[in-house]
């Protein structure tokens, strides 16, 4: 499967973004989604994911209650909704998919994602 993100950009402290990615090549449904990041001198950390259906979605704690992660199957598309963004959240984002027909796993390191989008930078300015 290919991922094309987008949606990233400059935005001031407290403000909202939104990301999505869109997926082509593969049966979209058949794939956990997931959102991370990577600062400048720091590991790619996981921000989100969601199962294939769309029921269950999990998050790190630092965006727990400011970010929203959810799909579309119907458009093949996964989306990041970024809310009360802070400095910290400055990284390049990246979505990543995790083949999975057993639809059941959930996974949160980047090991486990077995396709990846090419990155959109967020910055966010104090």
């Known amino acids: 499967v290919q991922l094309q993100a987008s949606g990233g950009g400059l935005v001031q402290a407290g403000g909202s973004l939104r990301l999505s990615c869109a997926a082509s090549?593969?049966?979209?449904?058949?794939?956990?989604m997931g959102w991370f990041r990577q600062a400048p001198g720091r590991d790619r950390e996981f921000v989100a994911g969601i199962n294939w259906s769309g029921g269950t979605r999990y998050y790190a704690d630092s965006v727990k209650g400011r970010f929203t992660i959810s799909r579309d199957n119907a458009e093949n598309t996964v989306y990041l909704f970024m809310n009360r963004l802070k400095p910290e959240d400055t990284a390049v984002y990246y979505c990543a998919a995790d083949y999975d027909p057993t639809r059941r796993r959930l996974p949160t390191t980047a090991q486990q994602y077995d396709y990846w989008g090419q990155g959109t930078q967020v910055t966010v300015s104090s």
């Open positions: 090549g593969g049966t979209f449904n058949n794939y956990v």
